[in-house]
């Protein structure tokens, strides 16, 4: 059962978002990347995931500077996701801001196939 004071700090987190959390919302949110729904600060045990895909049990973090020194916290923490079937995406605040189209680009390859629309315009 999800914790109530989880579920407040989610909520928290997702009213204050960094710089980073903010540009890659932008492109994940309402359905625009490749379809795919994703959901931001997720509690998933006794974590918050910054963006997760139900669809292909993918968790995306981004790691700003304080994360250079919770290495041994992050593989703990993306252990026990990827004990509970996640797959966990990393990327630093830096890649996002300046490669937004890199991340992008390798959080596609995680997704399932959505349908494409055919040069008429009808799906295939």
């Given at each position: 059962?999800?914790n109530?004071?989880?579920?407040?700090?989610?909520?928290?987190?997702?009213?204050?978002?960094?710089?980073?959390?903010?540009?890659?919302?932008y492109?994940?949110?309402?359905?625009?990347?490749?379809?795919?729904?994703?959901?931001?600060?997720?509690?998933?045990?006794?974590?918050?995931?910054?963006?997760?895909?139900?669809?292909?049990?993918?968790?995306?973090?981004?790691?700003?500077?304080?994360?250079g020194?919770?290495?041994?916290?992050?593989?703990?923490?993306?252990?026990?996701?990827?004990?509970?079937?996640?797959?966990?995406?990393?990327?630093?605040?830096?890649?996002?801001?300046?490669?937004?189209?890199?991340?992008?680009?390798?959080?596609?390859?995680?997704?399932?196939?959505?349908?494409?629309?055919?040069?008429?315009?009808?799906?295939?």
């Open positions: 059962m999800r109530q004071k989880s579920l407040s700090f989610a909520k928290k987190l997702r009213s204050q978002p960094t710089e980073a959390e903010g540009r890659l919302w492109h994940l949110r309402a359905k625009r990347f490749a379809e795919a729904k994703f959901r931001r600060q997720t509690v998933i045990g006794p974590f918050i995931a910054d963006f997760t895909c139900r669809a292909a049990m993918l968790v995306i973090e981004l790691d700003g500077d304080a994360h020194n919770t290495v041994e916290a992050d593989a703990a923490r993306t252990a026990f996701l990827e004990a509970q079937g996640w797959r966990v995406l990393r990327f630093s605040n830096n890649d996002v801001i300046s490669n937004i189209e890199g991340v992008l680009s390798a959080i596609v390859r995680f997704l399932p196939l959505s349908p494409t629309l055919s040069p008429e315009g009808e799906r295939e």
